[in-house]
Structures are given as C-alpha cells and as structure tokens.
C-alpha cells in the first residue's frame, strides 16, 4: 500500500501519456480505474461487476443490432443510389451537390454511429462528385470531414441510446428532443456549401423530372427506413431492441435479397467488420464504468457542484462554460468514453442549475460530436 502510495501520481502519468502515445483507450480508463481504487482503498471487485452491470443492461442489445443494420447497408450500394436520388433531387439549386453531401452523410451515421463509417462507405464517390463539380479540394475534404458525424442526434444513432441509458433519461424523449437540433445543424452546414457554391459560382446540374422520378424507386428502401425505426418506436409498437432487430431483418432483407448488393457469402464479413467496431465500443464502455463508480463514489460531482454554485450564479454562464468544457473533451475522448465519465460527473452540475437532463443530452453529444473533427483523436480526420 505505501509502494502504490508513492508511485501513485507517477502511474496515472504514465497512463495519460501511454495514451497519447497510442496505448487503447479502454488500457487508459480501465487503468486509471484499478489506480485510483487501488490508492483509495477500494475494492477492486467493483470495476468487474460494473462491467457485468452495463453489459447485461436490458437495452445494451440495441447497440449491436443498430451498428449492424447500419454496416449492411453501408456495405451495399446504398450510398450510390442515394446519391443518385439526392442529386436529381436538389442538383439544380445553389450549392446542390454540397446539399447532397450533407443530407446522405446524416442520413448514413443515423445508423452507422459514430465510427468513421460513413466516411469510408461515400468519402471517396462524393469527394469525387464534389471535385468534379468544380468546388475545391480543400472545401470538400472539409465539408465531408464535417458532415461524417453530422446525424448523430437522429434516431437511432448509438451515442443518444448509451446517453438515455448512462443519464436514466427516456430514450424517446431523446429521440425527439434531438431532431430539431440535429436539423438545424444540417440546414447550418448545407448553407455553408450554397454560400460557397455561389461565391466560387459552381455550376448547378439541370434538373430533369425524368431523372428525378427513376432515382426514387431503387432507394426508396433505405429512405423509408428510419421514417419506419420513428414510427414503430417513437409509437410504442416495439421496444428499443426489437426496434433494432427489426432494422436488421429489413436492411438484410433489403440488400440481400431484393437489391442483391451483398451476396450471401459476404455477410459473414459484414458481421465481422461490425462486430469489430461494436467490440471495441463495448470494451470502452465496460472499463469506463468502472471509473465512472469511482468518481461517483468519490463525490467527486457533489464537490464540483458546490464548488460551481459558490462561483457561478448564472444558468446560462453555467452552460456556456460547460459547451467550452466538453469542446475541450471532445478533444481527448471518444464520444463513448465521455458518455460514461463524464455524464456521471455534469448531471448533478445540471440539475442544480435547472438544466432538463434532455437538454443536457443535446448539447453534450452536439459538443462530442464535434470532437470528431479535433485532434489528437478526431476519428473523421484519419
């Protein structure tokens, strides 16, 4: 006890810096949890059972089975008929093809997640799109670099559901809390690229009905499916899980056997590669709540609390300090670290503000969401 005591600081450095290095996040967390128990006092027992408690969690079920829908179909050639579709559809105006950038990335990290997926499913065919339409390279690179993590506030994205579960707050008020929001920051991002269209006078691609009417029917498929997610779950037919399950026999269903995009043969790797992504969000989260105990146990988020209210009186102070604070998180940790560490340590903070935990939520993950686009672990910019 007295070595640990003594090399106790010197570790928790050694973490930190492992991590920067390169060492797995979950090495970093689950590290820091067994240091800081170990140093306290505590029983190590804990950080196991916390893992047990998060990974039998009733609605934990939901997140593999929504990352898979989304790896099917970001496997098929979903991404081309959309694009197809969206450029029929909004070709003709202002900055046209910037729109279409923007609505297909939100439309596939709704239920790719947040993983980079979407980037590496129709990176490569709408930077092709948008240089071939005359925007620059540079202003591309960094609209899709921008637009991969854009939907994440949409039903049924994976980091609203791990919110809902980590805050105890209705996953259907989060759902609907985060549209509105969500929509906005589409509508914000796609002007981005009608002003640059007009600025660099890009031109537009003529609009032919003709066109416009064939594209709808091969990807109508995918459009309905999350107008399908909102109605049998936002409506109470089916729960979280079965909602998710049924969002995999209909992806399937969809590009196996009508669109035969992906051959049975292939699904073995699709689950694989979705499995490796679903894997290493779990393992994250396992370890981190672990720390999360310890913090909380530590009442670490009473103290801060008091410390808050003794020098800040004012909610919206309160709020714009806390937008600076999970920026400069979104820079260090992964949307689902935070979601485990830090949700436990700013829920108290809110409610002693007034803050409704749904708007804690939406700003939370609008701020993370942007850590994707932040060094040193922005994942949309590798």
Known sequence: AAAMNVLHVPLVIALIAAAFLGAPVFVLLGGLAVLFFTHSGGSLEVIPNEAYTMLSGPMIPALPLFTLAGFIISESKAGERLVRLFRALFGWLPGGLAIMSVVICAFLTTFTGASGVTILAVGSLLMFILTAGSYR???????????????????????????????????????????????????????????????????????????????????????????FVLLLFLGGVMTIVETAAFAVVYALVLEVAVHRDIPWKKLPEVFFKSGLIVGGVLAILSVAKGLSYYIVDAEIPMRMTDWMLARVGSKYLFLALLNVALLVVGCFLDIFSAITVVVPLILPLAAAYGVNPVHLGIIFLANLELGYLTPPVGMNLF
Do not use: C, H, N
Not at 156 to 164: A, E, N, R, T
Not at 168 to 176: E, L, P, T, Y
């Open 137 to 227: 390279e540079r202003f591309a690179t960094g609209l899709l670099t921008s637009a991969g993590s854009i939907g994440l506030l949409f039903p049924p994205s994976l980091p609203v559901i791990l919110y809902g579960v980590m805050a105890q707050v209705s996953i259907k008020d989060m759902f609907v809390g985060g549209i509105l929001p969500g929509a906005f920051m589409v509508l914000a991002l796609s002007a981005m690229g009608v002003v640059r269209a007009v600025r660099d006078k890009v031109p537009r691609v003529a609009f032919v009905p003709a066109e416009a009417a064939r594209s709808i029917l091969p990807a109508l498929g995918e459009v309905l499916l999350p107008f």
